[in-house]
T-cell receptor
C-alpha cells in the first residue's frame, strides 16, 4: 500500500512569509507525528496527534508553529513569520496506534528560508 | 535536546565487511528502533527491539540491547554498496511522552566497492 506522503518536496520562501506543509499518513493510521531535522542532526520531535487532537505539542519551538489534523487523517504544519533558522527538513510519520508502535516516515519537505 | 548518542559518527569500510554501530541513551525505554536514511530524506524503519528483548535479527541485520548499560548495537553483515546511508537509533520513553521518538545524531556509513 501507499506510504506516508508529504508535499511539497521542497519549499523556498523568504524570511517573514507564511508556509504550510502537508502530510498524508498511511491509511488507517490513527497516530501522526511531525519531526524537524537540521543538517547533520537526528530528527527532533515537534508534535503528535492521536486522531484529530494534538496529544503532545511539547516539541513546537514557539508560537509561530502550529499544526492541525481536522479530520484525523491529513495534517498540515503551519509556520508563520518564517525565520532563516526554520530552514530544515520537516518529516512526518504515522503509526497504527500510538506509543510503542513502529513509526513510518514520509520523504520529508525540505524548507529553505532565505 | 537529543537523548541518544551514536558511535562512531562516521564509518567507512570495504564491501563485504561487517559494520557495527553503537547507540547509548539516558532514560528508561519501552522500545529502541533503528532507522536508515539516504541523502537526508525519509527514514526507513529497520528493526524494533523491545526493552525485554536482548537480541533480534532481520536478514543481514543483528541488533542487541543492554538495558543495564543503556546501549544498543546494530551489526550489518556482508555489507553492500547499497548499505551506504546514515543510521539512527531512536528510543521512546515511558509514561508521558512515550509516543515520541528521541533520535541520536546518527552514524554515517560508507561502503567502498
Amino acid at each position: 500500500g501507499a506510504g506516508v506522503s508529504q508535499t511539497p518536496s521542497n519549499k523556498v520562501t523568504e524570511k517573514g512569509k507564511y508556509v504550510e506543509l502537508r502530510c498524508d499518513p498511511i491509511s488507517g493510521h490513527t497516530a501522526l507525528y511531525w519531526y524537524r531535522q537540521s543538517l547533520g542532526q537526528g530528527p527532533e520531535f515537534l508534535i503528535y496527534f492521536q486522531g484529530t487532537g494534538a496529544a503532545d505539542d511539547s516539541g513546537l519551538p514557539n508560537d509561530r508553529f502550529f499544526a492541525v489534523r481536522p479530520e484525523g487523517s491529513v495534517s498540515t504544519l503551519k509556520i508563520q513569520r518564517t525565520e532563516r533558522g526554520d530552514s530544515a527538513v520537516y518529516l512526518c510519520a504515522s503509526s497504527f496506534g500510538g506509543a510503542r508502535e513502529t513509526q513510518y516516515f514520509g520523504p520529508g519537505t525540505r524548507l529553505l528560508v532565505l | 535536546s537529543q537523548q541518544g548518542e551514536e558511535d562512531p559518527q562516521a564509518l567507512s569500510i570495504q564491501e563485504g565487511e561487517n559494520a557495527t554501530m553503537n547507540c547509548s541513551y539516558k532514560t528508561s525505554i519501552n522500545n529502541l528502533q533503528w532507522y536508515r536514511q539516504n541523502s537526508g530524506r525519509g527514514l526507513v524503519h529497520l528493526i524494533l527491539i523491545r526493552s525485554n528483548e536482548r537480541e533480534k535479527h532481520s536478514g543481514r541485520l543483528r541488533v542487541t540491547l543492554d538495558t543495564s548499560k543503556k546501549s544498543s548495537s546494530l551489526l550489518i553483515t556482508a555489507s553492500r554498496a547499497a548499505d551506504t546511508a546514515s543510521y539512527f537509533c531512536a528510543t521512546d520513553g515511558r509514561g508521558q511522552g512515550a509516543q515520541k521518538l528521541v533520535f541520536g545524531q546518527g552514524t554515517r556509513l560508507t561502503i567502498n566497492p
